[in-house]
Nanobody
Framework: QVQLVESGGGLVQPGGSLRLSCAAS????????IHWYRQAPGKERELVAI?????RYADSVKGRFTISRDNAKNTVYLQMNSLKPEGTAVYYC?????????WGQGTQVTVSS
């Protein structure tokens, strides 16, 4: 079955960096775009970045976040630099296979001094 497992979250000071990982299984990884979303407390889930044939970013993270993938490891990464307190959220990876969307369990990122 399809599985997405996020890791790499934690507590970081403003201006710091984290690298999130999303390990995927159960589908032909290299054939599909992978999305990173985040959900802050009391807010709706928002799209952060996408990697498929190209990469795209939310305006709020452009220039600070980098999405990449290693198809040999079935893993997508999100390198987050210059983190801001408003980046505090649960970060999820997502894949859409046909009409089905699959989510991981999320990883908590807290940006605080």
């Amino acid at each position: 079955q399809v599985q997405l497992v996020e890791s790499g979250g934690g507590l970081v000071q403003p201006g710091g960096s984290l690298r999130l990982s999303c390990a995927a299984s159960g589908f032909t990884f290299s054939s599909y775009a992978i999305h990173w979303y985040r959900q802050a407390p009391g807010k709706e889930r928002e799209l952060v970045a996408i990697i498929g044939g190209t990469t795209r970013y939310a305006d709020s993270v452009k220039g600070r976040f980098t999405i990449s993938r290693d198809n040999a490891k079935n893993t997508v990464y999100l390198q987050m630099n210059s983190l801001k307190p408003e980046g505090t959220a649960v970060y999820y990876c997502n894949v859409q296979l046909g009409f089905e969307r699959y989510w991981g369990q999320g990883t908590q990122v807290t940006v605080s001094s």
